[in-house]
């Protein structure tokens, strides 16, 4: 039967029309659980229709290098069969910890922005310096004297989050990423795929039994492919991804100053302060941000297919999304194997729109190489006989493509299609939240959707 929602739960997808109505439950110590709604998602046509807003002055900001600001970049950086780097590459760790003797791992990367949105290599090692997006842009958070947030459900241990063992399962949110901002509240949200990093957010407070920068952390988390995503954001901005955080249930600790430094305006320090719980909420919420950027948040309690609601959110528009496509896999949605939520037995809700069919990459390329998309443990013979895992790797981004070409989306996620379409619908990230980013960019969604064009997977595991 679909899982119908919990006792006094209502499973809607709204946005949220009033900042106040999050900050003041926040402030009587609830949880974060929208209002119910009717209000429809966005039409496929109204994503990005919004005009661009850039960063703020004297804000935090995207930079894809030292003081070079932009409204938002994107970061691929792939795995280590696909451009392999050596125990011997010169490796800098300023943010704190030592290269780590990984058995294999690359910090080779390809990147886009607002101001150059096809990809294009970049140079250096990811997230070790002023030089690269994601070092360039943590670098003005860690050694700036900002307000500052990160979340992981994956420190390892460092640093220890009440409730959790090294890993926080569900109904944690799978999310990971850092938020920085100003007295006005306007500053950045960095979205990050890797476990254990970042583990601090300032070098006031350096990060207390482990690393702190890519690829100097205990755990080989740039042995497989990851992504990041960067963007701009206003004070209204910054209250929507708050409240999406927490509608997410991400895992933190507002009061230990690695994770959080705290301030700004009142209303963004009282949704600060409640994080770092488990959401009641059984309600997807969609935001339109200053950028033109769409904000889909999942709660935990909605127990259905992470792409497929993102695909609802979005009026039904079919999708082709690159996970960690590992047990227990979801497998391709297509004409052969449709998924609308109409039967019985099907993981959704009847207050959601329809989905559209989710093609499952498995294989991408780039410079005419392929790369492993799926996730650790992945047969690569289900789609091609030739394929070897130690010759393409595998993959923990989370990225996805609109194939409507009428609605040209890339989409930026911090969850994976893994779970279940039916049966138990509770099953792996069906029961986890998370966030997902969608860019209404033509020449970035071109460029995405050739770097995860390739093999796509089955709509059921082959007979054997």
Request: hydrophobic residues 40%; contains cysteine.
């Amino acid at each position: 039967m679909r899982r119908p929602p919990s006792a006094g739960q209502k499973t809607l997808h709204t946005a949220w029309p009033l900042a106040a109505i999050g900050a003041l439950s926040l402030l009587a110590g609830n949880p974060l659980a929208p209002p119910a709604s009717t209000t429809p998602p966005p039409s496929a046509a109204s994503v990005g229709s919004q005009t661009a807003a850039g960063p703020s002055p004297g804000a935090p900001a995207p930079l894809v290098a030292k003081d070079q600001a932009v409204t938002w970049w994107f970061a691929f950086k792939f795995n280590a069969p696909t451009a392999p780097d050596m125990a011997t590459t010169p490796r800098l760790c300023p943010f704190g910890g030592s290269p780590s003797p990984y058995g294999q791992f690359s910090q080779h990367f390809v990147y886009a922005s607002n101001l150059s949105p096809t990809l294009q290599d970049g140079t250096g090692l990811i997230g070790t310096g002023a030089n690269d997006p994601l070092g360039a842009t943590f670098d003005q958070v860690f050694n700036g004297t900002y307000h500052y947030l990160v979340w992981n459900d994956q420190f390892k241990g460092a640093p220890a989050v009440a409730g959790c063992a090294t890993d926080c399962s569900a109904p944690w949110g799978h999310s990971k990423g850092f938020l920085a901002w100003n007295d006005a509240g306007s500053g950045v949200v960095v979205q990050v795929t890797t476990p254990s990093w970042p583990g601090s957010g300032n070098a006031a407070h350096p990060r207390v039994g482990d690393g702190n920068t890519l690829g100097c952390v205990k755990d080989n988390d740039v042995e497989f492919s990851q992504h990041f995503f960067a963007l701009a954001l206003t004070h209204d901005d910054l209250l929507k991804v708050l409240k999406a955080l927490a509608n997410a249930s991400v895992v933190t600790d507002p009061t230990n100053p690695q994770l959080a430094n705290n301030g700004g305006p009142a209303d963004v320090q009282a949704l600060v302060t409640a994080l770092g719980r488990k959401s009641a909420s059984a309600t997807a919420t969609v935001d339109q941000l200053s950028s033109g950027v769409t904000l889909i948040s999942k709660p935990s309690n909605l127990n259905v297919p992470p792409w497929q609601l993102v695909s609802a959110e979005l009026a039904g528009l079919p999708l082709r999304a690159a996970t960690w496509w590992a047990t227990p896999e979801i497998y391709t949605t297509d004409a052969a194997k449709s998924f609308d939520g109409s039967q019985p037995s099907d993981c959704w809700s009847s207050l959601l729109p329809k989905p559209g069919n989710v093609a499952i990459a498995a294989t991408g390329t780039w410079n005419n190489k392929p790369i492993g998309l799926m996730g650790q443990g992945g047969n690569y013979a289900i789609v091609d006989a030739s394929l070897k895992a130690s010759a393409v790797g595998y993959n923990h981004a989370k990225v996805g493509v609109s194939l409507d070409p009428a609605h040209p989306y890339a989409i930026f996620g911090d969850m994976n299609q893994q779970g279940a379409l039916s049966g138990k619908c509770d099953s792996s990230q069906n029961g986890r939240g998370g966030l997902f980013y969608v860019v209404s960019d033509a020449k970035l969604s071109a460029s995405v959707g050739e770097l995860i064009a390739g093999k796509t997977a089955p709509d059921a595991l082959p007979a054997r």
